[in-house]
C-alpha cells in the first residue's frame, strides 16, 4: 500500500467521485486544468452523477448500494464485498486523506493570492 500511496501522491490532483459535484472540487479542478471554471463542461455545470439512479443528498450518495443490500437482507454478501474490496476501501481512504490536504491548500494558495493583489489596494 506504501507504493500506491506514493503513486497517488504524484498526481497533481486527486478527485474523488463521490464529490464531483461539489462546487470546491470543480473550482479545483478548474484551476488545476487552466479552464474557466464558468464553462459548460465545468464540473458545477454538469449534472452526471451517477445518473442512473436518482439520490438526495450527501449521506444517500455515499450509502445508496449499501442501504439496498441491507433492506433486501443481504448482510453476507455486503461482508463479503467488503472483505473482497478490503484494498479499495483503504486506498479511498488515502486518497480522500489526500484530496483533502490538496483542497486546503489550494484553499490557502488561492487566498494569499487574493490577499496579495489586494494588500496594495
Known sequence: M?????AL???????????????????????????PRDTYF??????????????????????????????LSLKKLQKQLYSENELEIEFFHHAAKLNKIMIDQWKRERSDAWHNTHIHE
Open 2 to 6: 506504501t507504493r500506491v500511496v506514493s
Open 9 to 35: 501522491k504524484a498526481f497533481d490532483a486527486v478527485i474523488l467521485m463521490n464529490e464531483l459535484n461539489s462546487q470546491d472540487q470543480s473550482d479545483f479542478l478548474s484551476d488545476i486544468l487552466g479552464v
Open 42 to 71: 465545468s464540473l458545477a455545470n454538469t449534472d452526471a452523477m451517477n445518473a442512473g439512479v436518482e439520490k438526495k443528498g450527501k449521506r444517500e450518495k455515499a450509502r445508496f448500494y449499501r442501504e439496498i443490500l441491507s433492506k
